[in-house]
């Protein structure tokens, strides 16, 4: 089945450091792949999507770009805020071979993130 | 409401008791889909409803789990006899487009089973 696996956290890192999330995947159709972010208190929020090999998603400063022959999404940032303080979700979206998908997700396990001024 | 809706926020019970958990989704959208997050976990999938109808209830861990959704906006999901091990916070999200495959989450119900 499909399945969503992040590195291990939790991160901490100063501001203005440079951020990776690695995140590879394994899944039986053509995914779409999310990051989604849980920052304190609050719901799930799509940080950033893509739908296809080799796009790009990024949003806030965020960006990840989709590689089939790596069956990777690494979310990258090149210079974190005590803001950006939250729990980073990598997910995806299996449309399966006939090309549609209702939204199922599968989210790998979070990496907590904290940053220290 | 502007989001998704999830009520109550916090549902303390004790093991065997019988528990309801609500959600009401974004206005308009037809598709609403129900996880669990356990601690230090990402949400596990439970059941997906398209309108009134659950059209992919395969992530339900067992028949003490049910979920309804009568007129295609608020969903129900129930569970009878809890044990400690449902403890976990139930997530909903809703959708619009199935085309875009963005959820739009709700701050969930943490529910814990004594």
């Known amino acids: 089945g499909d399945s969503v696996t992040q590195m291990e956290g939790p991160v901490t890192l100063s501001e203005e450091a440079f951020l990776t999330i690695n995140c590879t995947y394994t899944a039986t159709g053509y995914p779409s792949l999310f990051w989604y972010v849980q920052y304190p208190g609050e719901g799930l929020q799509l940080l950033l999507k893509?739908?296809?090999?080799?796009d790009k998603g990024s949003n806030k400063g965020f960006e990840a770009t989709y590689r089939k022959e790596t069956t990777s999404f690494h979310l990258e940032k090149g210079s974190v805020q005590v803001s950006d303080s939250a729990v980073y979700f990598c997910?995806?979206?299996?449309?399966?071979?006939?090309?549609?998908?209702?939204?199922?997700?599968?989210f790998g396990q979070g990496t907590i993130l904290t940053v220290h001024p | 409401g502007a989001g998704v809706s999830q009520t109550p926020s916090n549902k303390v019970t004790e093991k065997g008791k019988y528990v309801e958990l609500r959600c009401d989704p974004i206005s308009g959208h037809t598709a609403l889909y129900w996880y669990r997050q356990s601690l230090g976990q990402g949400p596990e999938f439970l059941i997906y409803?398209?309108?009134?109808?659950?059209?992919?209830d395969s992530g339900l861990p067992n028949d003490r789990f049910f979920a309804v959704r009568p007129e295609g906006s608020v969903s129900t999901l129930k569970i009878q006899r809890t044990e400690r091990g449902d403890s976990a916070v139930y997530l909903c999200?809703?959708?619009?487009?199935?085309?875009?495959?963005?959820?739009?989450f709700g701050e969930g119900s943490r529910l814990t089973v004594l």
């Open positions: 893509a739908t296809k090999a080799d």
């Open positions: 997910a995806l979206s299996d449309s399966g071979a006939g090309g549609t998908s209702y939204g199922k997700l599968t």
């Open positions: 409803f398209q309108g009134t109808g659950a059209a992919d």
């Open positions: 999200a809703s959708r619009s487009d199935r085309a875009t495959g963005e959820l739009f």
